[in-house]
């Protein structure tokens, strides 16, 4: 088992480096830290929220509350539970020669929290919305991609965020439509 780990990890470390220092373009090295940057995304996803509560009827504000509390919870769930448990440090910190086109973050780094929550983003527009849905899978993809290029994290780490992200929305999703389906029996009973 141990060789299995130390074979993955030695992977992991040569596929990093082939991504971060390999690939040198002007323009991803102008594109790559605005895409990976959060921040960048608040107002796209506080404009599609925003949108999907106004114009979106029930099925947009039903996306808008579940990509809410989808969100929060996977984001929990990461930061909270997850990366303080594996404490996996992350490339910027531990390699030399790492090319560091952001600030590198001080936590860890198994997983990325970016990827694991716009994979559950992704599931969730998957499910309301699917013919959109490869918006938002490219962009789930892009974004990881971008947290490697910029030298912040594996890629185990993105791979792992987006797994746990999909698998987290789908179980999410999969409880309330099980719970709504419930209600509505109970409701047709009592009447």
């Not at 929220?49 to 029930?58: A, N, R």
């Not at 179980?171 to 009973?189: I, N, T, V, Y």
Request: charged share 15%; glycine share 6%; proline share 6%.
């Amino acid at each position: 088992m141990d060789h299995l780990l130390t074979t993955l990890a030695t992977f992991d470390q040569m596929v990093f480096i082939a991504i971060n220092t390999g690939i040198n373009s002007a323009f991803m090295d102008l594109a790559m830290p605005l895409i990976t940057t959060f921040r960048n995304w608040i107002p796209v996803f506080a404009g599609v929220v925003l949108w999907l509560i106004i114009k979106g009827g029930p099925r947009g504000r039903w996306c808008a509350l579940a990509l809410v509390i989808v969100v929060s919870l996977t984001d929990l769930l990461c930061n909270r539970a997850i990366k303080p448990w594996v404490e996996r440090p992350r490339p910027c910190h531990e390699l030399s020669g790492v090319i560091v086109r952001i600030p590198c973050p001080e936590g860890p780094s198994f997983p990325s929290s970016h990827a694991l929550n716009m994979a559950a983003v992704a599931v969730v527009f998957s499910r309301f919305y699917r013919r959109w849905s490869i918006v938002w899978w490219v962009a789930a993809g892009v974004v990881g991609f971008s947290r490697v290029y910029v030298g912040v994290h594996y890629p185990i780490d993105v791979l792992a965020g987006w797994l746990m992200g999909a698998i987290s929305a789908l179980g999410f999703l999969w409880c309330a439509e099980k719970s709504a389906a419930f209600m509505r029996k109970r409701r047709l009973q009592w009447w």
